[in-house]
């Protein structure tokens, strides 16, 4: 199949394979759009099933950063690169070094920065054979704390600020005693879960891996359920903070909750999900908007700015989402709908 045939081609401007023998390394970038500015989104590694798969994973993420961007009022383009491996175990420096070299092909037009699987140290080893490399060091945090130019912090606390926001608007009322399940116990997953606990939310969680289960159960008092569980808990709130398609055919009948709202990259399996959750009174909090995060805290750092202003622009997440709910229920519209309405006119608008 041709990439131009793809199923979730859309009308990216560049897609770029490459495979260093020596290494090992397996990547693919894919820019997306470049109308606001050079493409910027994270580099993910995972173990893929194959490369259909991560084909598919990457033209859709890329596209998710366009929308990201715009929606958070940012000068900048959409892109995303994966490599197909498993980070525990077949990720070495010399593949990170060869990612560098792939993204330095592209000239500028992707930046990379950061996501699953890699981290802030691979993005430093990449940034020793590529100017493009973004998310190595920050100057501060959006809470003051140290700052090590990993964006998961700013993702956790936006993703938070959203899901506040959308509790407020769908449940009207506040965090204390609301139900949370939380799919993914990630980088971002996890924080999520400290600031929900804090607040005073009850979590369940799940998440591949059995010593962030054991972690957050001691932590957060969450309790513990298995992956098939997840998605039917009488909850409040549903939480996906792993990998993408969590809202498909299969689990919508499951969810009980109302409000959904968590820090995966598209989660919605298709984009027609989005009116069958509008069908079950569920309210959808658009994944490129509440999980801007990341990306507002890189594009501060590179511009020089403050960690004030960096707090500020992370709590205006959830106005936006405020935005999207007011508009969309005006007009009769799924918010994933109207989100791409607005994303599209701002991205598309130089096109």
Known sequence: MSVFDHAAYDKHEHVAFYHDVK?????II?????NLGP????????????SSEALTDVLRLSKGMSY?????????????SVIIGDPRKEKTADMMLAMGDFVQSLGG?????EDSGISVSDLKTMSQRSDYIAGTQAAYRYDGGPADGNPAPSTAYGVFMGLKASVAYGLKTDLNGVSVAIQGLGHVGYRLAEHLHNAGAKLYVTDIYPDNLEQAKQQFNATVVSPDEIFALDVDVFAPCALGSAINDQTIDQIKARVIAGAANNQLAEERHGQALKDKGILYAP??????GGVIDIYHQRQGSSAQALREHLEGIGETLNEIYRKAEQQGLPTNIEANKIAEQRFLMKG
């Open 68 to 80: 990201k961007s715009a929606m958070a009022n940012l000068k900048l383009g959409g892109g995303k």
């Open 30 to 34: 894919a820019v997306h759009n470049t």
């Open 39 to 50: 493409s910027l989104g994270g580099c993910r590694m995972w173990p893929y099933a194959n």
């Open 287 to 292: 994944d490129y908007v509440i999980n801007a």
């Open 109 to 113: 037009k992707y930046i990379s920065a």
């Open 23 to 27: 290494s090992g390394l397996k990547a």
